[in-house]
T-cell receptor
Framework: QKEVEQNSGPLSVPEGAIASLNCTYSDRGSQSFFWYRQYSGKSPELIMSIYSNGDKEDGRFTAQLNKASQYVSLLIRDSQPSDSATYLCAVLRDSNYQLIWGAGTKLIIKP | NAGVMQNPRHLVRRRGQEARLRCSPMKGHSHVYWYRQLPEEGLKFMVYLQKENIIDESGMPKERFSAEFPKEGPSILRIQQVVRGDSAAYFC????????????FGQGTRLTVV
């Protein structure tokens, strides 16, 4: 089992709808969770971080964390074609502060 | 407030030559990660370093590849005797000394081996 798992997609969502991206992790001690967006040919950029159970909202983005279920998700409201990218989930391993990455989910927003 | 700086942005090497990729972390950051990415593929972890220490190099090939992060100066990823299969984008990310903080990426170095 991989430490951090994501569905590779592609996930296709119509413009204006809600895109839901999911990530599960295996290390129960992890406390810090991050979502990055990567456009083709570019470096990953941080879009959300979350440390506590529950929801964290930033504009059209909402990160959700459930430590009991070892599950973190990213919701994108009012999806735009410019949201089309690969979304990477990263979990900070508590033992040595190493970032562990999921393989990424490719999101396609259809106009 | 400069971000993570990688240079060169593009590097062309002939087979058998050496490639040196540099990464200057953000100010105040002492953790550096190196990743390799092939076109249309995900990030592949290579090595995790703190100042003067290699913490985890489990993702780095045993031969030809080495990394360092000296007390002064940038982190260096060195590839000796490059082969065509080494052609990829190499990304560096840095984070501060403590946990619960985000890592930020450089723009990457695109290595092409001809």
């Amino acid at each position: 089992q991989k430490e951090v798992e994501q569905n590779s997609g592609p996930l296709s969502v119509p413009e204006g709808a809600i895109a839901s991206l999911n990530c599960t992790y295996s290390d129960r001690g992890s406390q810090s969770f991050f979502w990055y967006r990567q456009y083709s040919g570019k470096s990953p950029e941080l879009i959300m971080s979350i440390y506590s159970n529950g929801d964290k909202e930033d504009g059209r983005f909402t990160a959700q964390l459930n430590k009991a279920s070892q599950y973190v998700s990213l919701l994108i409201r009012d999806s735009q074609p410019s949201d089309s990218a690969t979304y990477l989930c990263a979990v900070l391993r508590d033992s040595n502060y190493q970032l562990i990455w999921g393989a990424g989910t490719k999101l396609i927003i259809k106009p | 407030n400069a971000g993570v700086m990688q240079n060169p942005r593009h590097l062309v090497r002939r087979r058998g030559q050496e490639a040196r990729l540099r990464c200057s972390p953000m100010k105040g950051h002492s953790h550096v990660y190196w990743y390799r990415q092939l076109p249309e593929e995900g990030l592949k972890f290579m090595v995790y370093l703190q100042k003067e220490n290699i913490i985890d190099e489990s993702g780095m090939p045993k031969e030809r590849f080495s990394a360092e992060f000296p007390k002064e100066g940038p982190s260096i990823l060195r590839i000796q005797q490059v082969v065509r299969g080494d052609s990829a984008a190499y990304f560096c990310a840095s984070s501060p000394i403590s946990g619960n903080t985000e890592a930020f990426f450089g723009q990457g170095t695109r290595l092409t081996v001809v």
